[in-house]
């Protein structure tokens, strides 16, 4: 064994199983980059984007280390698989792998769980390169360290991703990152922050914050957008945050002048019962106010919304549409209700019956390609059916796509943004098109021999319909 490793974070397949690749995204994930700082000095590193570039299964690294934030977890199994045949050891790590631990195990030498630091990857490398690899390592929250840029070519990436977070204060119920980080938020050390910015400012302008919270510490994001001020950085970003930042007008303008144009907030539904259902922890009655002190500051919204809960009924899509509309949402990005595995969620429903999938395997099938909606019913809702629900799905995305909307919701004084929100909300509208046209192929649904259980089939829109039965 030589001490290399070989990162990979890799792609997935489009619905006839071809491999899909690209030249640039809007974003990225930040694992790569982030675990190239935690390699040890002494140890020879090679990366691996998948979705640019093609997987060099003739490296000689001896580790092979595969990141998975969602259904690419099936793809990162296949090269597992190769890896393993050609006596590589491989580990897994990520959002995914922790998620579904047991569905990915059988295919890798060990599954490592957090964030881990310096440390924690220098023991999990000598472990290896001794021969005593644990099955699992437990790391927590370590994110001491200058996130390796050098391992991202920025002009791939439309916002560069930076991160000062991991973790959010909240508990809600349907989200992974309650369940993984169980309602606390670890913040890095500003000084890494700064640095990573004063490297980026060089090389674009363009940044994303991937922070699932970027309010989650209030003192924190203060310091963050005064010392980007003073550092002169003139970045045009925006940024993930619940709706309480809209109470903090300081921070706010704050933000404004550190160059935060559009916060993606995580509304879910204008409905409070809807959000006590799912443990939300926040008022629907506020969002009114909220969201006019979020404008009044010069930001745009784009709001996550989510269709399906256990309050909605058919009547929701026409309230949700005029909701967005009123509140002049720049970009509504909108689901069906999703059943995570591993989430409070999934146990509810499970626990009720409700649930139309297994396990992760089925959820993972039926997952959706990057950037699309979640748009299958995979559980029984209270008040509809889960084909009304997805119907009233494809309805409401419908009531938010005339040519007006989009343009009315998209423009701004700022062209920029304006371009930016117009070509967004012109994907919205072209998801509700292609969705509409597959309603019909959908209603083909496998319904197991009892008839209980009803697991949707792939369709079009599921990236793994090629998987089925195999991970
Ligand atoms: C950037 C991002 C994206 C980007 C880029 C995706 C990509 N594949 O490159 C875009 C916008 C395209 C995207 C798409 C999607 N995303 Co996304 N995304 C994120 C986001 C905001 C940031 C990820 C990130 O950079 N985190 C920071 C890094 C440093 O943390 P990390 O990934 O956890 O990595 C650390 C550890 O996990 C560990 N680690 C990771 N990999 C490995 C590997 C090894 C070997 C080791 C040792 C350790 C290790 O070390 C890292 C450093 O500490 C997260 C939410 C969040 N705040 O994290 C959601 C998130 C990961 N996405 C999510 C979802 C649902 C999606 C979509 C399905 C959404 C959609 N409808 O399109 C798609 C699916 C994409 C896919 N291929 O699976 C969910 C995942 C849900 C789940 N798995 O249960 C999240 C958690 C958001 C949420 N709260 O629901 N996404």
Known sequence: MNKKVYLIQPTYRDKFGKLLKGKSLYTISLALPSLSATIPPDWEKQLCYEFFEDVDFDTDASIIGISSMGYEIYRG?????????????????????????????????????????????????????EGKLQRDYHCGVDLDYQVDYRALDTRRVLFTPVFTSVGCNYLCDYCCIASIYKGNCRVRKLRHVFAELEYLHGRTRRIAFMDTNIHSRHTYLKALCEGMIERGFRFVWGAQATIDIGDDEHTLRLLRRAGCKA???????????????????????????????????????AAFLMYGFDHDTQDTAAELSRLVTENRIALP???????????VLFERLRAENRLLIRDEGDFLRNNIGYNSSFNLCLFRPKHMTPDEAEEGFIELLGRLSGYGQIIRRSFSRDLKLSV??????????????RLRKLRSKRLAVAVDAGGEQRIPCADKSTAFGRHEGRP
Not at 84 to 95: D, L, Y
Not at 105 to 127: F, Q, S, T, Y
Not at 286 to 301: D, E, L, M, Q, V
Request: aromatic share 12%; proline share 4%.
């Open 333 to 343: 990005m909108i689901n069906l209700l999703v059943p995570l595995p591993g989430t």
């Open 420 to 433: 930016f929100f117009l070509h967004s909300n012109w994907l919205f509208r072209r998801e509700y098109i």
């Open 77 to 129: 199994i296949e090269l597992a698989k190769e890896f393993r045949r050609r006596g590589k050891t491989v580990i897994f790590g990520g959002f995914q792998a922790h998620m579904s631990t047991d569905f990915v195990a059988p295919h890798c030498d060990a599954v490592v769980h957090g964030n881990p630091g310096i440390p924690a990857m220098k023991r999990i490398l000598e472990d290896a390169y």
């Open 263 to 301: 916060l993606f907030i995580g509304l879910e539904s204008f409905s409070q019962a809807n959000l006590e259902a799912v443990n939300k922890g926040l008022s629907a009655e506020t969002y009114g106010r909220r969201i006019r002190n979020i404008h009044r500051a010069g930001i745009k919204i």
